[in-house]
């Protein structure tokens, strides 16, 4: 079968030559969640902007639902559903004529526009505000009725830019359960922005890392952990001990690669995370290097991202926002 | 065609609600046009007694400009619920599903004329009640209205293409008040035409404010020249569907800037 989003080599500058996409190509299968990971600034939210017509590419090609989405416009907008970053509702509107008044422009018309609000009213929890102005609701209400306000014509495609930015952790999960109910019980293609590496873990099936308006990496979550061979060892140091000690030190650990001293730690790999630590501390202890903490873990995405990308996760979104 | 008519009465709709959910709005446009006139009315109410001026009651000259300038100032911020929309996605929203794009700034349009016609016909009665006369009647009250319409749709396009531009409220409150005021004290809403200093006579053949303000007080005079009345309602007209395409044009340029 076809994919359900596919785009190939989508270029996208902006106005004083900001080349906000570099090229960027991705594809995503009918029922999945895929995941579109980056921090900010990286070309997520462009990406869906071309994907749902909003805007238009420089270059490349995209298909949504089997439609390009430049040449038939149309037919794409027919068939997504698009929760964007900024939330689109108007506060002055109860619930429901949101959702009625969104039902409206698609066509809806009589008792099927009615009961489908109604019907999302009462999936999302919101029965009980549906009378209320949406400028009474908290966030995370918001964000539910945006999400329902989407799917209100039962789209087969749905976007969500950043859906839980913002949202306390509570309301962040209960979008997550969301989100996995509508991949899997009503088979819907979702693609999903996030700056969040968990949400991205958890979520998606597939997932394409951005940085700086180019896909780094793209596969399963546990694709790109599996390439990074090995767990990571980080190991805190007391006070300031020498670079030339620390080094020694290693040099004593044949088990360990992609080996990074800083100041007062020292982070590496190794195949078998915990058979090394004790080789390591025993170095460490013979060159006089005290230790604070050490920590083993599993890849991350954040340790995929640091690879890919070339710096670490936190340290881009930093920079994005500067 | 159908789908943007209909669409566009949706939006009118929403707009509408919108304003009747504010009392404040309501109180505020309903007394301002009862203070404008009658302080200015009253502020006024000798200038007619200096020759030349041409009218026998200020408060029967003054009541068309009052109904032109009220659909004037209405339209003038006409751009800033448009500004809400943008920066809260509203607009964006619409442009991601199959709304018709014309519907987004013609459902504010349409909303603006109607309440255009609502205030008008407030003032109309509250003049009679202060003391004015139609010797024109219905036929002019009927052309004041259409001429104010008119003015407000095309100054509610300008309004709404400034903001599609700027996106900024600062910017909007600047450029209104900047232009508001003077544009309807370069026409003859408080001053007869004759009376005013030359040059302004010259720019106020210009000002579609006084064209408006023109029309309607000819329409509600006895004997109305009603060539005047239509050439100037042609003009607006003119005025009104140049200043739509200038707000198409700032439409297409906010969508490119997406």
Same mark, same amino acid.
């Given at each position: ?74 037919? /794409?907008?027919?068939? #997504? ?15 429901? !004529?949101?959702? #009625? ?133 980080? /190991? ?13 030190? #290693?040099? =004593?650990?044949? !088990? ?12 590496? =790999? ?53 | 065609?159908? *789908? +943007? ?36 009315? +009253? ?37 800033? %619920? ?24 013609? &459902?504010?349009?349409?909303? %603006? ?13 509250? %003049?009679?009640?202060? &003391?004015?006369?139609?010797? &024109? ?102 005025? *009104? ?6 707000? *198409? ?10």
């Amino acid at each position: 079968m076809d994919n359900a989003i596919e785009a190939r080599g989508l270029v996208k500058t902006y106005r004083g030559d900001v080349r906000a996409l570099d090229g960027v190509s991705l594809a995503a299968a009918p029922g999945t969640v895929f995941g579109l990971l980056g921090p900010n600034g990286a070309g997520k939210s462009t990406t869906v902007k071309i994907l749902t017509t909003l805007s238009r590419p420089n270059a490349g090609e995209a298909s949504v639902a089997g439609f390009d989405v430049v040449r038939q416009p149309a037919k /794409v907008r027919l068939a #997504i559903g698009a929760v964007a970053q900024k939330s689109g509702l108007d506060p002055q509107m109860t619930g429901r !004529e949101n959702l #009625i008044l969104q039902g409206r422009v698609y066509g809806m018309r009589g008792a099927a526009l009615g009961s489908r609000a109604q019907e999302l009213l009462d999936r999302f929890g919101l029965g009980d505000a549906a009378g209320r102005t949406v400028r009474t609701y908290s966030g995370g209400m918001q964000r539910k009725l945006d999400v329902a306000v989407g799917l209100m014509h039962r789209p087969q495609v749905l976007f969500l830019d950043e859906p839980t930015t913002g949202l306390d952790p509570e309301a962040r999960v209960d979008m997550w359960h969301e989100i996995r109910r509508l991949a899997g019980e009503e088979g819907l293609t979702i693609l999903l922005t996030t700056h969040y590496l968990e949400e991205a873990d958890g979520l998606a099936h597939r997932l394409a890392i951005v940085d700086r308006g180019k896909v780094v990496a793209t596969g399963t979550p546990d694709e790109l952990k599996g390439e990074l061979r090995g767990d990571a060892i980080a /190991v805190d140091l007391e006070g300031e001990p020498l670079d030339g000690e620390v080094r020694r030190a #290693i040099a =004593r650990v044949p !088990e360990l690669y992609d080996v990074a001293v800083e100041a007062r730690a020292l982070r590496a =790999r190794a195949d078998n995370g915990a058979r090394a630590v004790p080789a390591v501390l025993a170095a460490l202890e013979a060159e006089g290097v005290k230790v604070a903490s050490v920590t083993v873990s599993r890849p991350s995405l954040d340790d995929v991202y640091l690879r890919y990308a070339g710096r670490a996760f936190n340290e881009a979104d930093k920079e994005a926002k500067t | 065609m159908t *789908t +943007a008519v209909s669409d566009t009465w949706f939006m009118t709709q929403r707009h509408l609600r919108n304003l009747f959910r504010q009392p404040a709005w309501i109180l505020i446009s309903l007394v301002q046009p009862v203070v404008w006139l009658l302080l200015y009315g +009253a502020l006024f109410r000798r200038i007619v007694e200096i020759p030349g001026f041409g009218a026998g009651s200020y408060i029967d000259f003054l009541t068309p400009g009052i109904v032109v300038m009220t659909c004037l100032f209405g339209a003038g911020w006409s751009g800033m %619920g448009l500004i809400d929309d943008l920066n809260r996605g509203v607009v964006d929203r619409f442009l991601v599903s199959p709304a018709s794009r014309g519907s987004l700034i013609a &459902g504010r349009l349409v909303q %603006g004329a109607l309440v255009g016609m609502i205030q008008s016909a407030i003032i109309v009665v509250l %003049g009679l009640l202060v &003391g004015a006369d139609y010797p &024109g009647g219905i036929g002019g009250i009927v052309a004041l209205t259409i001429c104010a319409v008119l003015l407000g749709t095309g100054v509610g396009a300008l309004s709404n293409g400034i903001a599609l531009l700027s996106r900024r409220e600062e910017t909007m409150i600047a450029v209104s008040n900047f232009v508001l005021l003077p544009l309807t004290f370069l026409s003859s809403v408080f001053m007869a035409q004759t009376l005013m200093p030359g040059w302004m006579q010259s720019v106020a053949k210009y000002n579609p404010v006084d064209w408006a303000v023109q029309a309607g007080r000819e329409g509600l005079a006895s004997g109305p020249d009603w060539a005047l009345v239509f050439s100037r309602m042609g003009w607006l007209l003119v005025f *009104t569907v140049v200043c739509t395409w200038l707000a *198409t044009r700032a439409f297409r340029v906010y969508q490119k800037s997406i």
